[in-house]
């Protein structure tokens, strides 16, 4: 199994928290997506694996026009294996889906759409600066479920400045209240280069108290679990049936390609980074030169990586399956350091298999650290 992600590196408006790669100067689109293009067609044969996953992401795919979208598309089909039944994926915001945008997705495959609605309240959007207010949300959601494309995720923020533990109750009614399929709840970070980051060096935000982040995140998970939303990796949710497969194979280290600017693409022992920067990006595929860089994994790196990600999800660490890969076993600490955890009710030890429950979830990265090789 193997996937396909497309990044699109533009937004309408920065939004005051966000590090991730995109530019809000619109002027290159077309340059950017015949690059992807192209890229598609030089890089068809990085895949061996017939695709059971497309995914765009950003930045914002939605604010690509129609043909713009249909290119792409088009480039994938032609150009790699894509099996009949996949997931296909697209990253929107709410104020991008019109009806004729989402009758337009819907005709070109995309099945999913993973749309960015961080909050119900509009106040707290615009300090976010987001493009777009709660209303805007409930109605994409409604036309999107009207139109044929039933799939979605919706994302929210929790650990925001200034947001009451009534208010974060009263987004989470409202966002189940659109019956999502799927739900993404990240903690807010406050990122250097960002606007928050600027913000929380003058004084003018400060940063949310760990006990306040811990207690939304513990609302927030007693009330989708009650819901039958399965809380299968730190900071997603799903109805049964609904997990993110794209994911998923990141989670599970299947191969995936990754076009256009900042995209990582992994074969199971390198990875690829393609340059984040737009027009360069564009100069080196339209002068026929290798748009990325070549990380090769060391077995301990591939270890290390592979306990980080799986410790997050639901299906844990097999112990026997890391012996049989990297020829790794645990120390008598660590297996003390995992008996403390079972017994602080925090996850389950059994077969040679640790899983994180919720509990244990919120601290994956610090029980990641203390189980791999020093
Ligand atoms: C990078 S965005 C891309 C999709 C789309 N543009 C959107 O805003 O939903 C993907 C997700 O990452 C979240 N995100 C980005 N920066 C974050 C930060 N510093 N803290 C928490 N979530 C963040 C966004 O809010 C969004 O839900
Ligand atoms: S959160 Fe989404 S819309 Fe906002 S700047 Fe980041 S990528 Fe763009």
Same mark, same amino acid.
């Given at each position: 199994m193997a996937g396909i992600y497309i990044h699109i590196p533009f937004c309408r408006k920065a939004c005051h928290y966000c590090d991730f790669h995109f530019s809000?100067? %619109?002027n290159l689109v077309d340059k950017v997506v015949d690059a992807i293009v192209i890229e598609a067609?030089?890089?068809?044969?990085? %895949?061996?694996?017939?695709?059971e996953t497309i995914y765009f992401g950003g930045g914002t795919p939605s604010l690509l026009s129609n043909a713009q979208l249909e290119k792409i598309t088009k480039a994938v089909h032609k150009h790699f294996l894509i099996k009949d039944d996949i997931e296909f994926t697209l990253e929107a915001n709410p104020d991008d889906l019109t009806l004729d945008k989402v009758?337009? /997705?819907?005709?070109?495959?995309?099945?999913?759409?993973?749309i960015g609605t961080q909050?119900? +309240?509009?106040?707290?959007?615009?300090?976010?600066?987001?493009?777009?207010? $709660? +209303?805007?949300? /409930?109605?994409?959601?409604?036309?999107?479920?009207?139109?044929?494309?039933?799939?979605?995720s919706l994302d929210l923020i929790y650990g925001i400045p200034d947001q009451?533990?009534?208010?974060?109750?009263?987004? %989470?009614? $409202? /966002?189940v209240a659109l019956k999502p399929t799927h739900i993404s709840c990240y903690a807010l970070t406050i990122e250097d280069k960002t606007v928050f980051g600027n913000w929380l060096k003058k004084g003018k935000i400060t940063a949310v108290e760990d006990d306040t982040v811990t207690e939304e995140y513990e609302v927030m998970v007693d009330f989708f679990t009650s819901l039958n939303?399965? &809380?299968?990796?730190?900071? +997603?949710?799903?109805?049964p049936g609904y997990i993110s497969q794209h994911n998923s194979s990141y989670w599970h280290q299947k191969p995936y390609l990754g076009l256009g600017p900042g $995209? &990582?693409?992994? +074969?199971?022992?390198?990875r690829q980074f393609n340059v984040l920067s737009n027009p360069t990006y564009c100069k080196q595929i339209v002068a026929n030169n290798k748009p990325y860089k070549i990380e090769s994994l060391s077995l301990k790196e591939q270890l290390t990586e592979f306990i980080f990600t799986r410790i997050r999800t639901n299906w844990g660490i097999n112990f026997n399956e890391v012996y049989q890969l990297f020829n790794y076993q645990l120390s008598f600490k660590q297996l003390t350091y995992i008996d403390t955890l079972v017994s602080k009710k925090m996850a389950t030890f059994a077969n040679n298999v640790l899983i994180l429950n919720s509990k244990g979830f919120f601290i994956s990265d610090s029980v990641a650290l203390e189980l791999i090789p020093t």
């Open positions: 809000t100067t %619109l067609e030089k890089r068809k044969s990085y %895949l061996s694996e017939p695709i009758k337009f /997705l819907a005709s070109i495959g995309v099945n999913r759409l993973s909050s119900f +309240n509009d106040r707290v959007l615009k300090f976010l600066n987001r493009s777009h207010t $709660a +209303n805007q949300t /409930l109605q994409a959601v409604e036309l999107c479920k009207s139109y044929g494309i039933k799939n979605i009451s533990g009534e208010q974060w109750k009263t987004n %989470l009614e $409202a /966002l939303y399965k &809380h299968y990796e730190v900071s +997603n949710f799903a109805k $995209a &990582h693409s992994f +074969n199971g022992s390198s």
